[in-house]
């Protein structure tokens, strides 16, 4: 299983951007799919999950309401939609297919691949 991101940048606070995440290698619809961050000097960070058909989705309190993450199963794709973006989020990203269907586990332990990180940098 291949997971492949794109989409980092850099940006100023207020702004947006989308992240994408392609998998390959497996059947998608298979995986419960994530995006998790690590700031620098921080431990790596669950900010939003979804399951495998798309209709249960989970966030990190602190994003919620800004972010949006949905998939796209013809497209094998998982995407994130950052808004309003605060320096805060300034990170790198990673896509990432659970153990299971769910995307509800907020452990990192609990996936099974990841991609390779996308950089995410948001100045005020």
């Known amino acids: 299983v291949q997971l492949q991101a794109s989409g980092g940048g850099s940006v100023q606070a207020g702004e947006s951007l989308e992240l994408s995440c392609t998998l390959s290698?497996?059947?998608?619809?298979?995986?419960?799919m994530a995006w998790f961050r690590q700031a620098p000097g921080k431990e790596r960070d669950f900010v939003a999950g979804v399951n495998w058909n798309g209709d249960t989705t989970t966030y990190k309190n602190s994003v919620r309401g800004r972010f949006t993450i949905s998939r796209d199963n013809t497209k094998n794709t998982v995407s994130l939609q950052m808004n309003s973006l605060k320096p805060e989020d300034t990170a790198v990203y990673f896509c990432?297919?659970?153990?299971?269907?769910?995307?509800?586990?907020?452990?990192?332990?609990?996936?099974?691949?990841w991609g390779q990180g996308t950089e995410v940098t948001v100045s005020s």
């Open positions: 990432a297919a659970a153990r299971s269907e769910s995307g509800e586990s907020q452990l990192a332990l609990e996936y099974r691949y």
């Open positions: 290698g497996r059947t998608f619809v298979m995986y419960g």
